[in-house]
């Protein structure tokens, strides 16, 4: 059963507007989300992270909120560029639960960023 | 320079055959990660090591082994290659509880 998931396996935005990339989990041991872009023929790239002490941090445009209680991230991209256009992985690592620290992640969210 | 690469780049493979990817890391991590990936389905692991000698199952480990005999350097295996192996295959490092992970480029198998 899937621990992380991206229930959007697309999303296209408008240049300048605002991204949304949503992210839930079922595992409450998780204490630590991470988001990873990745172009094609590329690896995936670390984007910004979150603790579970946190709920919300920011990294310039890039802004990871985090909503324990509803076990549920999101990042949002202000102002989306197009060379935003990527897919972008949600992961999720914890203490608990048998994972070692390892990341779990999610399917994926392709954004298609248009001028 | 590339802190995770991986070597070959592309690889096209015949069913049966017994391939060996290849992954090296520059900063000196000692969790090193090999991954997984198809179209729709993410990120998978197949499987991991905290350090030398150290050798865990991920998710996906049936058809595949591992090496890691130096720190740097941690190796994939498909003893006997079958179609549904072709996929994406990513090289991790780091990782250290709160620590993110670094991603190789990728090496993209067709096992024919």
């Known amino acids: 059963d899937q621990q992380v998931k991206q229930n959007s396996p697309s999303l296209s935005v408008q240049e300048g507007r605002i991204s949304i990339l949503n992210c839930d989990y079922t595992?409450?041991?998780?204490?630590?989300f991470l988001w990873y872009k990745k172009y094609p023929a590329e690896g995936p790239t670390f984007l910004i992270s979150i603790s579970s002490i946190k709920d919300k941090n920011e990294d310039g445009r890039f802004t990871v909120f985090l909503n324990k209680s509803a076990k549920h991230l999101s990042l949002h991209i202000v102002p989306s560029q197009p060379g935003d256009s990527a897919v972008y992985f949600c992961?999720?690592?914890?203490?608990?639960?048998?994972?070692?620290?390892?990341?779990?992640f999610g399917k994926g969210t392709k954004l298609s960023v248009k001028p | 320079d590339a802190d995770v690469t991986q070597t070959p780049r592309n690889r096209i493979t015949k069913t049966g055959k017994r391939i060996m990817l290849e992954c090296s890391q520059t900063?000196?991590?000692?969790?090193m990660y090999w991954y997984r990936q198809d179209p729709g389905l993410g990120l998978r692991l197949i499987y991991y090591?905290?350090?030398?000698?150290?050798?865990n199952k991920g998710e996906i480990s049936d058809g595949y082994s591992v090496s890691r005999q130096a720190q740097a350097k941690f190796s994939l295996s498909l003893e006997s290659a079958i179609p549904n192996q072709t996929a994406l295959y990513f090289c991790a490092a780091g990782g250290r509880e709160g620590e993110t992970q670094y991603f190789g480029p990728g090496t993209r198998l067709l096992v024919l």
């Open positions: 090591s905290f350090d030398v000698k150290d050798i």
């Open positions: 595992n409450s041991m998780f204490d630590y």
């Open positions: 992961a999720a690592s914890g203490r608990g639960g048998g994972s070692q620290g390892n990341l779990i």
């Open positions: 900063k000196g991590h000692d969790r």
